[in-house]
């Protein structure tokens, strides 16, 4: 089958400790100590095979590319891999992912052939100390497709029917294509599910919200919100078409943060007047650009606000405590999307929300590696794969 396939070489770097576990499977902890000179590669791999009774094999319709997938063969000066993550090499990448069930292992019961699903890329151990609690997104050994075992840039993908996800519902009632397109967005958007929500415990009706960051899990946190009853949202991008998305997912407005952060306070200046002077209710931090916004947006927070963390830190930050000992304001995040997938499909099967907006750009995958060099200009919300489609159903690589 044809896949995209990311390959590094495994220079552990001076002075990195590795357990012993690391160092026998070739599978790193942080990709950052170990797996140099990363390079993706498109070709031929064999079709994955049922191993277990509870497996099942997904024809892959849609294969979302996250800004992860970017930064993955991203490299420092010195070669190594940028990315913080777990990762085991050479792979399949790709943990957005959906498609139809084209066969199923003896155990599975809850799924039938030909069923439109959404894959969870998180597959937590079930024994740790955080799965015990009950908090499987904080699970310790967690295996995560596209990043420890092979993920949906490919043609064909198995995993466990644990961590499939029914699309029927949004299917029925919008058709196969919706579904699929919904399939690909769900992984982000669960995971801003799982931070407004169930991390952050949400916010009452009437709340103001800001979001600053408008990929896929900004816009998602736009569309939650709106859902969940705010009464003014406020999005911060640098890209025009972001904000545009923003916009028409239900943002009452959006601020390119370039213009606003010309000025010093422009930030905080443009928070208090959406909110007419009251602070924001709850923030949600989604740019990885922490070390710049926090000392913006915490001079506007309102009293016993919220911040919800869930970018992908650029650079550890010295924070200030004063604001949240002022406010009574708290700070939470995740990087989990475990508990998301059911609500949002629930939500997209009832026509309250629709998330398959967000997507820009469609791919056949003999152009998936200018696919991703297209998405690592994050202009586009959200850039996807179809790895069945005949490049002349689409045209040639193409924008929508
Ligand atoms: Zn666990």
Redesign the pocket.
């Given at each position: 089958m044809l896949a995209i396939t990311l390959s590094a070489d495994w220079e552990p770097r001076e002075g990195a400790r590795l357990t012993s576990n690391e160092l026998a499977g070739h599978f790193a902890g942080d990709a950052r100590q170990v797996w140099r000179n990363p390079h993706f590669q498109l070709g031929q791999r064999p079709l994955p095979r049922i191993d277990a009774p509870g497996d099942v094999i997904v024809k892959v319709h849609r294969a979302g590319i996250a800004r992860s997938n970017c930064k993955m063969g991203d490299s420092d000066a010195e070669g190594y891999v940028l990315l913080p993550y777990r990762m085991r090499l050479p792979l399949i990448p790709g943990h957005e992912i959906a498609g139809e069930i084209v066969e199923k292992g003896t155990a599975v019961r809850h799924l039938q052939v030909g069923d439109p699903v959404a894959i969870q890329a998180l597959q937590?151990?079930?024994?740790?100390?955080?799965?015990?609690q009950g908090k499987?997104n904080q699970?310790?050994?967690?295996g995560f497709s596209g990043f420890t075992s092979d993920g949906g840039m490919a043609q064909y993908f198995v995993t466990s029917a644990r961590f499939v996800h029914s699309l029927l519902p949004v299917a029925e009632r919008f058709g196969f294509d919706r579904a699929m397109d919904v399939g690909a967005v769900c992984e982000p958007a669960a995971m801003a599910y799982v931070g407004l929500f169930r991390q952050a415990g949400g916010f009452l009706p009437g709340a103001t919200i800001a979001i600053f960051g408008c990929g896929p899990i900004g816009l998602s946190c736009v569309s939650l919100a709106r859902c969940a009853g705010a009464a003014k949202i406020v999005a911060f991008d640098r890209t025009q078409n972001r904000l545009r998305h923003a916009l028409a997912l239900g943002a009452d407005m959006a601020v390119n943060v370039r213009d606003a952060a010309d000025q010093e306070n422009g930030v905080s200046e443009a928070l208090l007047e959406f909110s007419g002077g009251m602070g924001i209710d709850l923030v949600i931090e989604a740019t990885g650009d922490a070390w710049n916004l926090f000392p913006q947006f915490e001079k506007a927070l309102a009293i016993g606000a919220k911040v919800v963390s869930l970018g992908v830190e650029r650079k550890p930050m010295p924070i200030s405590l004063f604001p949240y000992q002022e406010t009574g304001a708290w700070l939470t995040g995740t990087m989990g999307h475990i508990g998301g997938f059911e609500p949002l499909i629930a939500l997209h099967a009832s026509e309250r929300m629709d998330l398959s907006t967000i997507i820009d750009a469609r791919f056949d995958l003999a152009n998936g590696l200018q696919a991703l060099q297209v998405a690592s200009r994050f202009d586009e919300a959200k850039v996807v794969l179809l790895p069945h489609a005949e490049p002349a159903s689409i045209g040639d690589a193409q924008a929508i």
């Open positions: 937590p151990c079930g024994s740790c100390r955080a799965c015990l499987p699970c310790l050994e967690t």
